[in-house]
Structures are given as C-alpha cells and as structure tokens.
T-cell receptor, first 114, second 115 residues
C-alpha cells in the first residue's frame, strides 16, 4: 500500500506558467487537504475537500485552485505562478472529517518559482 | 480564527535527557491537539494527540499535557535518542466555517539529540 503519492518530487517553474501538482491516495479516504510549508511559518492549509465532488478554501487559498473528481485524486493548480508560491507542498488525507481523524501526509513537492 | 504559537524554535539535548516543546492556542473552542514529527525530506507523521476532555496522554517515551484554562499544551520526550532528531509540529483544530478537522499548525521545533 503506497498511502499518498505526490508528483512531481520537485519542480522549477518560470513565473507566469501554469502548474498542476498531483496527489493520489489509495486508502479510500474521504477527506483530502493541501498545505504549503514555509520556513518559520509551519504548515498552512490551502484548500481542502471533505468528499469527492466538494472543495473548500483554507487559510491561504489565493492563487490556487483544486478539484476533486473522484475519491483518490486531489490535484492542486497554480494558474499563473508567482515567486511567492515557492514552497514545499504537502497533500494529506483523512478517513473522515470528524474531530480527531488522523491526517496522513504525502512526501511533498518542492516548487521553485523564478 | 485559531492561532498557535510554538516554542522553542530549536532545541538541542544530550542523548538520554528529556525534551519539552510548548504550544499555546487562542481559540478556547479548540478540542483536539495533535503532534507531528517530520524527518528530513519526508512529510509530517502523527506521533500523539490529545483531546480536550483529558489532561495528559502517554505513549511509551512520549507524553502530551494539556491545560485548557491557560490554553497551552506540551510535548514531553523522555530518554531521548538520536532517532528522535526531527522537526516537531503542534497543531490545534481551527475553524474556517463548514466541516471540522482543519488544523492550524505551530511554526515547528527543530530537535537535535546529541549522541
């Protein structure tokens, strides 16, 4: 069982380009999340999805969009990348959305926007 | 909304000593506080969590304490080992409206255990 996979592992991107970060989980979890991790700021929630077909905004959603067409996949899209989006991006999932449902994290994608 | 502060940002201890990491939160309605360990190049992994209806929880060398009145919670690692070296994050349940289970993370503590 792979758990959560993310692709690519790392990417260097020119400003203004469009980029989609991929996330797939094989645990049949209902909820999925996207975080960005920046030094000194910890992890901040970008977008989330409580179940397939629904999405919501997190703490820092501007400049990002997500979709949840099925249970397993939760791609994150940067429509027009800017240097401030340079970060490490983590996808996570949890079985449910109730309090205390453990969130399992993927290995991350390191994105550099020049 | 919820705000979580974490201290210290770095912590160095000798192998066998104890390590304590402290967090404070702002939203008195928060009722779930997990701790994550992140090793270099990997995603965070849950190591222990506590709900607001208990004051302390232990799992082998790891314990978490919660003081709801003061709105702070702490991670205690006893008999530290080199493999405990990692970044540790505390978190609290934060609300953005709608469904629950959205976490607000602290800024992290880099723990170095010196052999």
């Amino acid at each position: 069982i792979a758990g959560i996979t993310q692709a690519p592992t790392s990417q260097i991107l020119a400003a203004g380009r469009r980029m989609t970060l991929r996330c797939t989980q094989d645990m049949r979890h209902n909820a999925m999340y996207w975080y960005r991790q920046d030094l000194g700021l910890g992890l901040r929630l970008i977008h989330y999805s409580n179940t397939a077909g629904t999405t919501g905004k997190g703490e820092v959603p501007d400049g990002y969009s997500v979709s949840r067409a099925n249970t397993d996949d939760f791609p994150l899209t940067l429509a027009s990348a800017v240097p401030s989006q340079t970060s490490v991006y983590f996808c996570a999932s949890s079985a449910g959305t109730g309090t205390g449902n453990e969130q399992f994290f993927g290995p991350g994608t390191r994105l550099t926007v020049l | 909304g919820e705000n979580v502060e974490q201290h210290p940002s770095t912590l160095s201890v000798q192998e066998g000593d104890s390590a304590v990491i402290k967090c404070t939160y702002s939203d008195s309605a928060s009722n779930y506080f997990p701790w994550y360990k992140q090793e270099l190049g990997k995603g965070p992994q849950l190591i222990i969590d506590i709900r607001s209806n208990v004051g302390e929880k232990k799992d082998q060398r790891i314990a978490v304490t919660l003081n709801k009145t003061a709105k702070h919670f702490s991670l205690h690692i006893t008999e530290t080992q080199p493999e405990d070296s990692a970044v540790y994050f505390c978190a609290a349940l934060g609300g953005y409206g709608g469904a629950t289970n959205k976490l607000i993370f602290g800024t992290g503590t880099l723990l170095a255990v010196q052999p």
